[in-house]
């Protein structure tokens, strides 16, 4: 279970194919902390980590095909950037929102408006009503999370909403690095994917 509260981005530094699994191999500042089977949120999937160098600040985690194929992690090559953060701990604050690390689809960034110190992005993503009456779906001012950011949603249509972006989240996280046509991990908020399962039983 995650915030969307991300702590930093990472680096790709190897990429190995494994039949249909990859092997991603990262650093960051706390990879001397992390543990073997420890859950890392990257670009908003939980991901375990399954070895660490200490040393060299290090450590390497698997994707299998169903995560390459409904996020964007099979796009990551030696030197993107990725987001990070490590798993909520259930004492402290939710200073986010409840973020499972189960990235629902792909959107694609179609729009950058630069606003007087921050940063509007406009996201599309396919849109299918029976998935929407299940909760995929954005509502105005609801929470999204987007490459594992939590986010509150502006200007919600059917298959596009924007967000804001202060500089803070612009310089932490990779969003400096997206430009028109990136492709972005998507997770709609779980509680809205509960009320619209609890609405479908109620008809």
């Known amino acids: 279970m995650f915030s969307g509260i991300v702590e930093e ?5 190897a990429v190995e194919k494994d039949q249909e699994n990859v092997h991603f191999t990262l650093t960051c500042s706390f990879a001397d902390e992390l543990k073997v089977d420890q859950s890392l949120s990257h670009n908003g999937v939980c991901l375990t980590v399954v070895w660490v160098d200490k040393a060299e600040k290090k450590y390497k985690v698997t994707a299998i095909k169903e995560t390459l194929i409904k996020s964007n992690l099979g796009l990551l090559e030696v030197g993107s950037k990725v987001n990070l953060e490590r798993s909520m701990m259930m004492n402290g604050r939710l200073d986010g929102h409840i973020v499972q690390g189960h990235v629902d689809q792909t959107a694609k ?15 599309e993503y396919d849109f299918d009503i029976e998935k929407a009456k299940q909760g995929y779906m954005t509502v105005e001012k609801g929470s999204v999370t987007v490459n ?19 500089p803070f989240t612009q310089e932490v996280t990779n969003f400096h690095t997206f ?9 709609f908020d779980i509680i809205g994917k509960y ?7 109620s008809k």
């Open 195 to 201: 009320l619209s399962k609890l609405n479908s039983y």
């Open 148 to 166: 594992g950011v939590s986010l509150t949603v502006v200007n919600s249509k059917d298959n596009s909403f924007q967000v804001a972006i202060i």
């Open 9 to 13: 981005y990472g680096t790709v530094v």
């Open 179 to 187: 430009e028109v046509g990136s492709v972005i991990n998507l997770e």
């Open 109 to 123: 960034c179609v729009k950058i408006e630069e606003a007087d110190g921050s940063w509007y992005y406009t996201f």
